[in-house]
């Protein structure tokens, strides 16, 4: 295994858990909690107007290169491998069945609630109904835990059993745009589709459909043994949607008694459009900050928009910010010119290395690039660059940019603000206070200081292991279900999944058997009946293999 990459120096911070968000900002730093759009935009480096003084990092720091990574061996791990869990639950699966109509009626009851985090739109409400379903199920402790932001809830269900189980779940949805939209968002319409019957619906998938699949088979397996097999912790936050900026204060609240659980588990569909399984192992950190160039006494009007053709004499907020943003770049944007961005990036570890060599063998290429609508990877790379890249590299993404005037027709006005929203995807080993710090060094090195960054969200990447045994549980009962899992070390994406990994050193997995699509588009859904011949699973099936996992768990 080859490693290289261009290395430079840089300072030595703390680490976030010891800190969290808590932590007083850097100088230049607002920290503050907003909604915000997404909007793609492309940015091309240029150096007119820029100050003599100021230089861009391409023409001091000479060659950048991203980590790369030669990996030999070509190992494939097999999740058929690890034997089916053998246990069987009739009676409890006949409840299901014969409940199913009611099971469906509770999923619809959660969707048609909203609960949109970033517009505050029906959270104290959601919270209530989560709380109130705990309890009725047989939860001795469910209570509402007030934070800073919205609440959050912890419930616990002791069955005096040996092993406990936390779950994780967000009650908060992302916001929507009703004209996109088949039937109304919020309806909670049953949707005849290829896949089947599908409920069709904000956060049919992402998450209420899943966690409240579980919740019905709870209730199925209280009701036929009286019981839980395992102690059960609920654990849900309401603004994993604006990236958890409060839930380390639930975290904290109930720490001794989290660190007494055996695992996490996010009830999560995992099967694709064809039935295929896959299990995610762990998931990048994030920084999530607004950037923001206004006029003042470095240049450029201060309180309001100018005439367009005093450009002549007024510097240009818009101009300033594009600068700014490019000096952290290449001009293409893939490589990140800020100094020891790339210092602490690790290599796989010898346990991904199966997993890699599995995710390729069983990824088209040229099906994967369709469903993106791309035709390349950055700079030409091959499917196995890209795929590196994808898991192990940081990111710097703009997601949208914005300043005066963009409607229809002409208005020449020289703005007196402009402001990008950007966020960097973090692999293990980067602490998003250093990066926040490091990336607030290079714009006051480049002479950007007066450019301000408001920091929204940020937390590290998060973990487990292929070892740990509710992996190798929640394989075996999948194995059952005769859908072996493809097993991926993490996802590109995010979760504050470190609370648990990192503060509690407990082992988590976000799976289970079923299909969704659309989590935060038009819409979204979750199938409940598939289509016959179908291997996707059905919400019965789904919540018969929470069942499993559950009683599997505790060994029964």
């Known amino acids: 295994m080859q490693m290289n990459f261009w290395k430079s120096s840089s300072g030595s911070w703390s680490r976030w858990p010891e800190h969290g968000p808590s932590k007083k900002p850097e100088r230049g730093i607002i920290v503050t909690h907003i909604k915000w759009p997404l909007l793609a935009v492309c ?51 006949a409840h299901i069945d014969r409940n199913l109509e009611q099971h469906l009626a509770n999923l619809q009851r959660w969707v048609r609630q909203p609960s949109i985090s ?32 919205h609440p959050g809830i912890f ?24 004209e996109d939209w088949l039937v109304p968002p919020f309806a909670g319409e049953l949707v005849e589709h290829d896949l089947g019957t599908v409920l069709m619906a904000r956060g049919a998938t992402n998450q209420k459909g899943p966690e409240r699949a579980l919740l019905n088979a709870l209730e199925s397996i209280i009701s036929v043994t009286g019981s839980l097999p395992v102690n059960l912790i609920v654990l849900a936050e309401g603004e994993e949607e604006l990236g958890s900026p409060h839930f380390p204060q639930i975290i904290e609240k109930y720490k001794d008694r989290l660190m007494a659980a055996d695992g996490v588990l996010f009830p999560f569909n995992s ?19 607004e950037l923001e160039a206004r006029g003042g006494a470095h240049g450029g009007p201060v309180n309001h928009e ?37 210092d602490k990036v690790q290599p796989p570890p010898a346990e991904d290395m199966p997993l890699i060599n599995g995710m390729l063998a069983s990824t088209d290429e040229k099906k994967a690039m369709r469903a993106l609508g791309i035709e390349r990877w950055i700079d030409g790379e091959t499917m196995r660059e890209a795929q590196m890249d ?46 926040m710090a490091l990336i607030r060094t290079h714009l006051d090195k480049h002479g950007f200081t007066d450019i301000t960054i408001r920091q929204m969200s940020g937390y590290p990447a998060s973990q487990t292991s292929l070892d740990s045994e509710l992996v190798q549980v ?29 503060i509690l050193q407990l082992p988590m997995v976000f799976t289970g058997i ?15 009946y598939p289509k016959e011949g179908s291997k996707i699973a059905g919400l019965a099936r789904m919540e018969k293999g929470y069942v499993d996992i559950l009683h599997a768990l505790a060994g029964q």
């Open 271 to 289: 099967q694709n459009r064809a039935g295929d399984m896959r299990m995610i192992l762990g998931v990048k950190g994030i920084i999530y900050m």
């Open 390 to 435: 994808y898991l192990y590299n940081p990111t710097l993404n703009i997601n949208g940019i914005w300043a005066g005037y963009t409607g229809e027709g002409t208005k020449t006005i020289l703005p007196h603000m402009a402001t990008a929203k950007v966020d960097s995807r973090l692999p293990p080993g980067l602490d998003p206070d250093e990066m």
């Open 118 to 149: 970033a517009q505050n739109n029906g959270i104290t409400e959601m919270a209530g109904m989560l709380r109130d379903d705990l309890l009725a199920i047989g939860f001795a402790e469910a209570e509402l835990v007030p934070t800073e932001g």
């Open 306 to 342: 100018v005439h367009g053709s005093l450009k002549a004499n007024i510097d240009s907020p818009v101009w300033r910010l594009v600068q700014a943003l490019a000096s952290m770049t290449t001009p293409d944007g893939n490589t990140i010119l800020i100094d020891g961005y790339y």
């Open 155 to 178: 419930a616990y269900y002791d069955a005096g059993a040996e092993n406990t189980l936390i779950v994780y779940m967000m009650y908060d949805v992302q916001p929507v745009n009703p």
């Open 514 to 528: 079923g299909h969704g699509n659309g989590a935060h588009g038009p819409n979204e859904i979750m199938v409940i």
């Open 474 to 502: 929640a394989i075996s009962v999948f194995n059952k279900y005769g859908a072996p899992p493809s097993v991926e070390p993490r996802v590109g994406g995010s979760a504050p999944f470190y609370v648990f990994t990192d």
């Open 43 to 93: 940015i091309a480096l240029s150096a007119c107007g820029q100050d003599p003084e100021i230089q861009t990092a391409a023409d001091t720091a000479g060659p950048v290169q991203r980590p790369r990574f030669e990996i030999s061996g070509d190992e494939v791990f097999d999740a058929g491998s690890i034997p089916a869990y053998a246990g069987s639950h009739d009676e409890i699966y």
